[in-house]
Structures are given as structure tokens and as C-alpha cells.
């Protein structure tokens, strides 16, 4: 999941994005564009595809149409869950996200499709749990 850790922009920015009413949206989750609607991202989600952060748990059966998603701002920092134990020497490497749309796969290796840049830890290492900022 990510979490907003510092907000640089004076006030954080929501806004509605329409989404198919079947689809699943996850708080926390990044959130892409897949044919002009907002579907959680995957390990192949790309940085132009970002829509924001989810704001709002929908289910299919829900029927909604639009989901709330926080906007992304340079210089943003987010407190994400990784895949891997948290490692300071990451620091600076570029990053995909990981078996769902809340977690980042953060290997030790910098992927040149990385939508988030590792700029700290946060917590015990074992709580895999790193602060990024989306690569704009």
C-alpha cells in the first residue's frame, strides 16, 4: 500500500477518474490508464500510464463508475510496502511495482521502466517498507 509520507504540493489533490463499473479498486493502490479508464496497475504498469494513488476500497458490486485518486506531485514522498526486506543502499534505484498494484519490487537493481525512485527506509528492514517518489 502506499501512503502519502510528505506533502510538497500545499494541499493534497483529489479527483475523480471514471472507471469501468466491474472493476476492483484498492486504497493505497496505484491506480493506470488501460483504455481511457482507471484500472489498478501491475509490474508492467509504465510511468505515463500513472493515474495517481487510490482513494477508495470499490468492489465490483459496488457499480461504481468513478474512483477518487490522490494526485502525484514532484517531489511527493509515500511510504510503500516492497517485496523484498527494505535496504538503505537501494537508495536512488528506480523500481516497478510488485505482485499488485500496493507493492513495489524492490530487487537491488535499478529497472529502467521504474515508476518510483527509492529515496529512504522506513522502519525495521524486515517491515518492507521503503519511501519513494514517482519518477515524473
Same mark, same amino acid.
Given at each position: 500500500?502506499?501512503? @502519502?509520507?510528505?506533502?510538497?504540493?500545499?494541499?493534497?489533490?483529489?479527483?475523480?477518474? *471514471?472507471?469501468?463499473?466491474?472493476? $476492483?479498486?484498492?486504497?493505497?493502490?496505484?491506480? /493506470?490508464?488501460?483504455?481511457?479508464?482507471?484500472?489498478q %496497475?501491475?509490474?508492467?504498469?509504465?510511468?505515463? &500510464?500513472?493515474?495517481?494513488?487510490?482513494?477508495?476500497?470499490?468492489?465490483?458490486?459496488?457499480?461504481?463508475?468513478?474512483?477518487?485518486?490522490?494526485?502525484?506531485? &514532484?517531489?511527493?514522498?509515500?511510504?510503500?510496502?516492497?517485496?523484498? !526486506?527494505? !535496504?538503505? *543502499?537501494? !537508495? %536512488? @534505484? #528506480?523500481?516497478?511495482? %510488485?505482485?499488485?498494484?500496493?507493492?513495489? !519490487?524492490n530487487?537491488?537493481?535499478?529497472? *529502467?521502466?521504474?515508476?518510483? /525512485? /527509492? $529515496?529512504? $527506509?522506513? %522502519?525495521?528492514?524486515?517491515?518492507?517498507k521503503? #519511501?519513494?517518489?514517482?519518477? /515524473?
Amino acid at each position: 500500500m502506499f501512503t @502519502q509520507s510528505v506533502i510538497k504540493n500545499p494541499s493534497r489533490s483529489l479527483r475523480d477518474v *471514471a472507471k469501468a463499473s466491474a472493476a $476492483v479498486t484498492t486504497k493505497g493502490f496505484v491506480l /493506470q490508464y488501460t483504455n481511457g479508464l482507471a484500472v489498478q %496497475g501491475d509490474n508492467g504498469t509504465t510511468r505515463t &500510464e500513472v493515474i495517481g494513488v487510490c482513494n477508495k476500497t470499490i468492489s465490483a458490486v459496488d457499480a461504481e463508475t468513478v474512483v477518487p485518486v490522490i494526485d502525484i506531485f &514532484e517531489k511527493d514522498v509515500w511510504i510503500a510496502d516492497s517485496t523484498n !526486506n527494505s !535496504n538503505a *543502499a537501494h !537508495n %536512488g @534505484q #528506480l523500481m516497478v511495482l %510488485g505482485a499488485n498494484a500496493g507493492l513495489v !519490487n524492490n530487487t537491488g537493481t535499478t529497472a *529502467a521502466a521504474g515508476i518510483v /525512485q /527509492q $529515496v529512504g $527506509v522506513y %522502519g525495521a528492514a524486515a517491515d518492507r517498507k521503503i #519511501l519513494v517518489q514517482f519518477v /515524473q
